[in-house]
């Protein structure tokens, strides 16, 4: 009898010892969420499909404009006007370029974000902690597709997962994320960091 008192303490001390389990957000929220979130900031840490880790810092202006701005190698990735460009600085060449609907970043960049509609969403769950949506462009699955991990109270945007076209994974791990800035548009434009030889 001893022993079945000293476990239900412990079972009793570890439950309150976990924080506590949060309810699974809505899509409505989430997309009220995303659409309330105008500007900001966090550092990041990428995981690559290669096992390689990068960290940085992120911007973001809805809808649109996101800037990934690389520590280590001065690698440059900047999402406006419709495009994606990638500035490599060990290549001479001129920066990669991708139409952003192509690409599942644009979900979370678009100008009315709606995770009801038919077959956006193809992955829901809650794991207690954290609420993880899957999402996809509908009109065109292939294009790949966006997981985005949530935590509860208040509603925060904690990373996400980018499976591409090609079946490759990057994970994006947002640190200290700050809403709101006045950020110019030159922290995005893709013309402008050609012509600064970006």
Do not use: C
Request: charged share 15%.
């Amino acid at each position: 009898m001893k022993q079945i008192r000293i476990l239900l303490a412990a079972v009793f001390t570890l439950a309150f010892a976990l924080p506590a389990m949060a309810e699974k957000i809505s899509l409505n929220a989430i997309s009220s969420y995303l659409n309330g979130l105008q500007t900001a900031s966090a550092d990041f840490t990428q995981v690559n499909s290669d096992g390689s880790i990068s960290t940085g810092k992120f911007f973001l202006k809805r809808p649109g404009r996101a800037r990934f701005q690389y520590d280590s190698n001065k690698t440059l990735v900047l999402a406006s006007a419709n495009r994606v460009a990638i500035f490599d600085p060990k290549s001479n060449q001129p920066p990669e370029q991708y139409p952003l609907v192509k690409t599942p970043l644009n979900l979370i960049l678009a100008r009315n974000i709606d995770l009801g509609r038919n077959n956006m969403v193809t992955g829901y769950t809650s794991d207690g902690a954290k609420t993880i949506v899957t999402a996809q462009d509908p009109e065109h699955p292939e294009y790949g597709n966006i997981q985005l991990v949530f935590t509860a109270n208040p509603t925060e945007l904690r990373q996400w997962v980018i499976t591409d076209q090609n079946g490759q994974k990057t994970t994006t791990i947002l640190n200290n994320l700050t809403k709101g800035g006045d950020f110019s548009q030159q922290l995005f434009s893709i013309d402008g960091a050609i012509a600064r030889g970006n």
